[in-house]
């Protein structure tokens, strides 16, 4: 595939929505989290969402230049509408102030309800990281028909309802979880679907209800359903996503009471925690190394190099793609280019980017 320099991918983006609207500021925002997406590998989550983005923005699903608003204070509990602003702009400020609330007290719940698209939910946990903060966070996703079957069922009921959580080391996360509660994101699906390839096996039902390994059921009628991981634990998890993420928050919740526009929103119920009130620092750090130092310490299993902490792989491909490129496919890319033409980007200013690239 070819491959694009990230600062170049990341020039292209901002264009693209400056064009279509965003200030400087959020435009930025919005490259940073889809470049680091890629880079982290990703790329369900990358550059290939610029059409759907440009697509509800143009529809009135998505609103550029929108800001966190708090309607819930209540010290330690924060409760966040997103305004169906850019998620990458509204996550980013709701975890701002929930950790600013977990300095104060020790820690804070953030329940930010009716956001845009947050994208990776890595993202905000590293960020919690990044702070010195541990936490967890469950999602769902509402204003669209839903994509995911439950445990033993064959028609989708549920959204991929992401779950995140991280645990702070020295300098940024020490181990990151972050999970769709399908098999996989239906991101992959669509990467899949682009590149003309097969998804692993046990990942998707036709729309008939028969395991498959096509990603085209997902993009025909009658469409078929991703199918949670790990059996009932997968599809438990995903229920308990949607009722944290959907019903506490105050948020909308999958059932068709709520319509499927066509929109992508999410809701997210954050648990943001500073370790040292629990934990002395030098403690938290040493007790939490070993851990890892004895998780990998494994002999490796047949079929691997080695044990991997949760994380790992992201920040390896992220070495990897900071100095060889991003692989972008050209279906991905042919559709980021047509984007960003509808938001606005045109004439010289469009090919001189593209040229670039």
Not at 319 to 345: F, S
Request: charged share 20%.
């Amino acid at each position: 595939m070819p491959l694009i320099a990230p600062d170049d991918l990341h020039r292209f983006i901002v264009a693209a929505f400056q064009a279509g609207g965003s200030e400087p500021a959020e435009a930025e925002l919005i490259a940073d989290h889809l470049v680091a997406a890629n880079l982290a590998g990703h790329d369900s989550h990358g550059v290939g969402m610029l059409p759907d983005y440009a697509e509800n923005l143009l529809n009135g699903f998505l609103f550029a230049n929108r800001h966190a608003r708090i309607v819930t204070d209540s010290g330690a509990v924060l409760g966040i509408d997103g305004q169906r602003g850019f998620g990458q702009v509204i996550a980013k400020e709701a975890m701002d102030l929930g950790i600013r609330r977990a300095r104060e007290q020790g820690a804070c719940v953030v329940a930010l309800r009716n956001s845009h698209h947050i994208g990776r939910i890595g993202h905000w946990s590293e960020q919690c990281a990044a702070a010195g903060m541990a936490s967890v966070h469950f999602v769902n996703v509402t204003d669209h028909p839903p994509l995911v079957s439950t445990w033993g069922g064959a028609e989708p009921r549920l959204g991929t309802n992401p779950f995140s959580a991280c645990f702070p080391g020295e300098d940024g996360p020490l181990a990151l979880l972050d999970m769709a509660t399908s098999k996989v994101a239906f991101g992959k699906v669509r990467v899949a679907h682009n590149k003309r390839t097969q998804v692993v096996e046990g990942a998707l039902l036709d729309g008939h209800g028969r395991a498959t390994t096509d990603p085209d059921v997902m993009f025909e009628a009658p469409r078929g359903a991703l199918r949670p991981f790990g059996e009932h634990k997968g599809s438990g998890l995903a229920v308990m996503c949607e009722l944290f993420a959907g019903v506490l928050t105050g948020g909308a919740t999958i059932h068709p009471d709520h319509g499927h526009d066509g929109g992508i929103i999410n809701s997210m119920f954050s648990i943001i925690v500073q370790p040292t009130v629990l934990v002395p620092r030098e403690r938290l750090h040493e007790e939490s190394e070993k851990v890892a130092t004895y998780v990998k310490g494994s002999r490796p299993s047949e079929g691997h190099d080695e044990p991997l902490m949760p994380g790992e792989p992201e920040r390896r491909n992220a070495r990897q793609r900071r100095e060889e490129g991003i692989p972008v496919d050209p279906n991905t890319w042919a559709g980021a280019v047509a984007a960003a033409r509808k938001l606005g980007l045109d004439g010289e200013r469009l090919d001189a980017l593209v040229a670039h690239i």
